[in-house]
């Protein structure tokens, strides 16, 4: 290679490679072991007749140089690279090099067209994974809600008279410091309870099982048919992801009795529960750690002769241990511990027993991917339709921890995870800091890195319990580590960007809801609430001060991906219309769905073409139909000649139905 001189290149020689189309990459994205697929580039200008091509290949941990070979594809002259996956999953990576008259160069780590560089560009990526990796169909399709039990609804009192407040005596019992909300609409708490020095999150206001039970109506009027709850094992915070015993239900929801109700009568309405795992720390005040004694067993802290010594890191004095984050009261466990994993497999075993057998991991990027793949075999045991789901902020197939590589998506860990860059994506681009253009970039660049199994059961939120809420943010609220705890508290949004928000929340949900991948909706989202960061994002469901107009729309949503086999199913292709105008085009069979959204404050009207949803393994199926209803209510909208125009209210979208042939 260094026989190549690069210092006096002037060329004008341009390459063209998109790794999302067909023609320079196929098949699209992803490949299973073992499969083949062919590469390639294309090359335009005075010089491109006498350029020479190879394709730098990265595989098995060595590099390889394929000679490109031409061919004619529609016409045009293609440079083309054959290549073979290995048999062992891993991430491949390959650029172009580009010779002429003797000089040497590089192109690589962008889609589309530009001009070879003298320095080595970053690589395209290709994933690839165990042949047979399946997802549950049943998660695919889904329609998620996220609920933190004590905010979302106080149940009736119990068989023995007693409300979750009224519960909250069990951990007064053990010696626990806690504080009961008198009003359900009061504002959290967010400061150092009196006689203490830092906050504590110890203040209640109730929300149980039973609650949860009694909206199960509620839940299935919006669509839902999966619930994801926020830990509900016994702890001293209403967070509960300092767990003090992993057997036992936290006494403030309720018993195992109310969970069984629970559990009984969501399958009624054909929803199923999704408990949190967190298994890479335990609470310092638990069964296992027992620091404060409150518990008759040995745990950890008292020394060796514990069963749960092995469990933990010390480091020559109790008051010396590893723990998450620096949190002394958040002990972090030795995950491979071959008796914490047992425990582990027990603790799954137990509420498999219940009916949950679906998970999220807390913190998956913290647990060894040796106790995924455990955990991972254990819970497939117990139900094959049981989801592993694990939460991983960042893109998931090429994540890097201390260990190295990741291997989340290769098919023998996680099924899938919360899908925080979507929500990053779709919240930038409604808040102008990324067009339309960028947005499918980070849409499409997602589905081309991770397996289909993997990306089509992806947890597509706009919130959780550790991001300001939503509607803040489209609000116009500060950004997350702008205010302080106290400024927070006090800030208060206006009024009139609070009405904008909301129709940004509108049509933020219908790009959601078109996704191939099943929505999330954080508990009261679709309520209207509002909330900078924790603790202010998890306040109570404001029942009867909800936003009508905003949860009869996520009705509609919910209906409207229920009924059709296309947003729910279907082929989905991604379409940038403008700067600020992006589609989605789904297709099952002969129905059709597209759906366009408009992130500007002016009206647009825009004209798109089947020839406009180019990109991705789907493109070739997408075929208008002669006429669409709009299933929010515009009315009908006609195609003619593979062509629909159609106007867009600011802030707002469309969402087209209509079968290919029907008039």
């Known amino acids: 290679m260094s026989s190549f001189s690069v210092s006096t290149y002037n060329m004008e020689l341009f390459a063209w490679h998109n790794s999302r189309e067909s023609i320079c990459r196929s098949p699209f994205g992803p490949l299973q072991c073992g499969e083949e697929a062919v590469i390639r580039l294309r090359l335009r200008g005075a010089d491109a007749e006498r350029a020479a091509t190879k394709l730098r290949f990265w595989a098995d941990g060595r590099e390889t140089l394929i000679e490109g070979a031409k061919e004619t594809v ?59 990796y399946q997802t549950p169909d049943w998660f695919k399709k889904s329609i998620i809600y996220q609920i933190f039990p004590d905010r979302f609804n106080s149940g009736a009192p119990d068989r023995n008279g007693k409300t979750g407040l009224d519960r909250l005596e069990y951990h007064e019992k053990l010696g626990r410091k806690v504080f009961r909300h008198k009003n359900w609409d009061e504002p959290v708490v967010h400061a150092p309870m009196e006689g203490e020095k830092f906050y504590q999150p110890n203040d209640f206001f109730g929300g149980d099982l039973e609650g949860i039970r009694e909206k199960l109506p509620y839940l299935a009027s919006l669509g839902v048919n999966c619930v994801y709850l926020n830990p509900i094992f016994e702890s001293s915070s209403n967070h509960r992801y300092n767990t003090a015993d992993y057997m036992k239900i936290d006494p403030v929801l309720g018993d195992e009795q109310a969970l069984s109700a629970l559990v009984r009568e969501a399958k009624e309405y054909g929803i199923r529960l999704i408990a949190d795992g967190v298994f890479s720390h335990t609470g310092d005040d638990s069964v296992y750690f027992n620091k404060y004694g409150r518990y008759p067993s040995a745990g950890a802290y008292a020394g060796e002769s514990s069963p749960y ?49 679906s998970w999220r991991l807390d913190v998956a990027d913290e647990l060894p991917d040796s106790f995924i793949e455990k955990l991972r075999e254990k819970v497939k045991s117990l139900d094959p339709e049981g989801v592993l789901l694990g939460e991983v902020w960042d893109d998931a197939s090429n994540k890097v921890w201390e260990k190295g590589l990741r291997r989340y998506v290769y098919g023998h860990e996680l099924d899938s995870v919360m899908n925080y ?69 006090e800030y208060r949004h206006d009024e009139r960007a609070v009405q904008i928000g909301k ?92 759906t366009f959204v408009n992130s500007s404050g002016q009206s647009r009207d825009i004209v798109v073409s089947e020839r406009d949803f180019r990109e991705g393994p789907d493109a ?22 593979g062509s629909i125009e159609v106007q867009l209210q600011p802030y707002g979208a469309m969402m087209l139905a209509g079968k290919i042939g029907n008039e």
């Not at 219908?510 to 202010?536: H, I, K, N, R, W």
């Not at 199926?621 to 003619?640: M, N, T």
């Open 74 to 132: 529609d016409g045009e002259i293609y440079h083309a690279y054959r290549i073979k996956a290995p048999e062992k999953p891993q991430l491949l990576w390959y650029y172009f090099i580009i010779e002429v008259n003797g000089e040497r160069r590089f192109y690589g780590g962008r889609t589309g067209e530009g001009k070879p560089a003298g320095m080595q560009p970053p690589d395209f990526q290709i994933t690839v994974y165990d042949r047979g």
């Open 309 to 357: 010594y092995e469990w933990y890191d010390f480091r020559g004095s109790p008051d010396k241990y590893r723990c998450w984050w620096g949190f002394e009261t958040l002990p972090e466990v030795n995950e491979e511990t071959p008796s914490y994993v047992d425990f582990i497999r027990k603790v799954l075993e137990k509420w498999a027993g219940f009916g949950i057998t």
């Open 421 to 489: 860059p979507f929500r990053d994506a779709v919240l930038a681009f409604f808040t102008s800091k990324l067009d339309a253009y960028g947005l499918n970039d980070a849409l499409g660049g997602q589905r081309e890195r991770y397996p289909e199994p993997f990306y089509r059961a992806c947890m597509n939120t706009l919130g959780s319990h550790d991001t300001q809420r939503v509607l803040s943010v489209l609000s116009g609220a500060p950004d997350k580590d702008a205010l302080t705890r106290r400024q927070q508290a």
């Open 503 to 594: 129709i940004k929340l509108m049509t933020a949900a219908c790009l959601q809801y078109s996704m191939p991948q099943p929505p999330c909706v954080l508990y009261g989202d679709e309520a209207g609430m509002l909330g900078l960061t924790d603790p202010f994002n998890r306040g109570t469901f404001p029942w009867g001060r909800e936003d009508r107009n905003l949860t009869a729309h996520y009705r509609r949503l919910g209906k409207l991906r229920r009924e059709s086999a296309a947003l729910t199913e279907g082929t989905a292709v991604f379409c940038p219309v403008s700067p600020d105008v992006f589609a989605v085009y789904r297709r099952k069979g002969d129905e059709t769905a597209i």
């Open 620 to 641: 070739a199926s997408v075929r208008f139909a002669e006429k669409y209803i709009d299933g929010l209510g515009s009315g009908i909208v006609h195609s003619a000649n």
